[in-house]
């Protein structure tokens, strides 16, 4: 028999922006009945949390997820979502948010950087190696930056993660928006872990819940607010099961590429990731510190070409410096579940200046030039699936009234940037929304 609830909101998935949208809404004064569900598990006390083998199984398809064009998408399922495994940097929202689409998210920002303490690590915790990349940068007129962070040191066990911290956080130090979903939980929140979502009910153009399955048994929740916030790939899925066929036309990806050079010392592997950047606005992408894990290093150089996994005995002395670009909106989440994302030929051509500069800064750092090499185009931001002025109102309303989306899919364009900060600003943004439209609920 299925199971049939009825709640004031439901919301689905518990990514920064399904979470946020949970904890302020149970926070609330307005006593409103919030349910969220959420397809993965919570991973946090599992022994494989934040190992290698963990890293496989909750990411979707065991990391090997790739779109027609040979992108590789890591997409985690699993209480929190993708900031199980993000590498908790934190990016002010940029000013074409206000200046381009009205959309005022500075004060929601503020307030987040303010109670989360979102600050750079110290420089004796940003790495040697690391640091030597932003000298070798700063010698070539590039001003790096000490990369904001949503990692707290002092409440870590023992802060030695390095590039592992990816596989998820093990010695405690890094947020995830899955404390968020406990603070909703704590303020009365019911929270469905293995709980998928298939659709939303809709009536004479009115969201009234949403079916799907939990732990094999099918559910119907009825609510007169739906938020999906199932991320920039679930997130059109669920749109276009309910009809909406214009979801997942079109994705950007921040599409991410690793330039590496081998040094004559120590590599950053056992350095945080990203702990400085640099943001080329004209060119629009950002630099930063980075290397593959040391476990998933070979997997992912096997996919270059098979001399390069080769490259592996010496990742131990290996410096990577990370391009993050601003694609432009391509490809399509396919109905029969497939994902087309590659580069525009317009995309390839700043890449390619972003690699000749990411490779001087290597050789600048002290790196044998005949070692430097791109590793495989990949992404990790799945986002502008559902945009903002295309399908969404700025409340963030798809043409379903009551039927609301907060995730990254709802980004008009790419940010080149981390995300997290940017969707818990418009999470807290569509809460207050929410909480004042159930207030006066004639308005
Ligand atoms: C390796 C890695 C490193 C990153 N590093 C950074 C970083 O340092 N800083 C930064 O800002 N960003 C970073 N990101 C990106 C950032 O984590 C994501 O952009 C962000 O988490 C997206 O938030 P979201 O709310 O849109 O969705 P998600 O975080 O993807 O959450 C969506 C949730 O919905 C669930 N879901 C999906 N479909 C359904 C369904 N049908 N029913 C129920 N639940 C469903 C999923 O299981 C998931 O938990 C990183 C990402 C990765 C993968």
Redo the contacts with the bound molecule.
């Keep these: 028999m299925a199971i049939v609830k009825e709640t004031d909101m439901v919301i689905?998935?518990?990514?920064?922006?399904?979470?946020?949208v949970a904890r302020q809404l149970a926070r609330s004064q307005a006593g409103l009945g919030v349910t969220l569900?959420?397809?993965?598990r919570d991973w946090r006390r599992h022994p494989l949390y934040g190992t290698y083998p963990g890293g496989l199984l909750y990411?979707?398809k065991h990391a090997l997820l790739f779109t027609r064009e040979g992108l590789n998408?890591?997409?985690?399922?699993?209480?929190?979502?993708?900031?199980?495994?993000?590498?908790?940097?934190?990016?002010r929202p940029l000013p074409w948010w206000r200046d381009k689409y009205n959309i005022n998210l500075d004060a929601y920002a503020d307030e987040t950087i303010a109670e989360l303490g979102i600050a750079p690590l110290s420089l004796a915790e940003r790495g040697v190696a690391s640091t030597r990349i932003a000298e070798a940068a700063l010698e070539l007129g590039m001003k790096w930056f000490p990369?904001d962070?949503?990692i707290w040191p002092g409440r870590a066990r023992r802060f030695d993660c390095g590039a592992k911290c990816?596989l998820g956080c093990r010695c405690g130090a890094k947020w995830s928006?899955a404390e968020f979903v406990d603070e909703a939980v704590a303020e009365g929140c019911d929270v469905w872990t293995g709980?998928?979502?298939?659709a939303v009910l809709i009536q004479d153009g009115v969201a009234t819940g949403?079916t799907?399955t939990v732990h094999g048994k099918r559910f119907t929740i009825y609510a007169p607010t739906v938020i999906l916030?199932?991320?920039?790939?679930?997130?059109p899925?669920?749109l276009q099961r309910s009809g909406l066929a214009q979801a997942g036309q079109g994705m950007t990806m921040?599409t991410t590429v690793m330039v590496y050079g081998h040094a004559p010392y120590k590599g950053i592997g056992q350095d945080p990731?990203?702990t400085w950047s640099y943001a080329d606005d004209e060119l629009s992408v950002l630099y930063s510190t980075l290397i593959d894990p040391w476990l998933m290093y070979p997997i992912i150089m096997a996919l270059k070409g098979p001399a390069y996994p080769l490259t592996w005995r010496r990742w131990g002395r290996t410096l990577g410096v990370m391009i993050k670009l601003k694609d432009e909106i391509s490809g399509e989440i396919e109905r029969n579940g497939r994902i087309r994302k590659g580069l525009t030929a317009n995309d390839r051509q700043r890449q390619a200046q972003a690699e000749k500069v990411a490779g001087n800064i290597l050789r600048q750092a002290g790196c044998d030039p005949d070692t430097i090499f791109t590793a495989p185009l990949r992404g990790?931001?799945?986002?502008g699936t559902v945009r903002i002025g295309e399908m969404l109102t700025a409340d963030l309303e798809t043409e379903i009234k009551n039927l609301y989306v907060?995730?990254?899919?709802v980004f008009p364009e790419a940010l080149a940037?981390?995300?997290?900060?940017?969707?818990i600003s418009l999470?807290k943004r569509l809460s207050n929304h929410l909480i004042a439209q159930d207030s006066n609920p004639h308005s």
Aim: net charge positive; hydrophobic share 40%; charged share 15%.
């Design positions: 689905v998935g518990s990514g920064p922006g399904g979470a946020t569900l959420e397809r993965g990411a979707d998408i890591i997409r985690p399922l699993m209480l929190g979502g993708a900031t199980s495994m993000y590498c908790g940097c934190a990016a990369q962070k949503f990816m928006a709980a998928k979502v298939n949403v799907g916030a199932a991320g920039g790939i679930g997130t899925r669920i921040d990731p990203m990790t931001h799945p986002s907060c995730d990254a899919s940037r981390p995300t997290v900060l940017t969707i999470a």
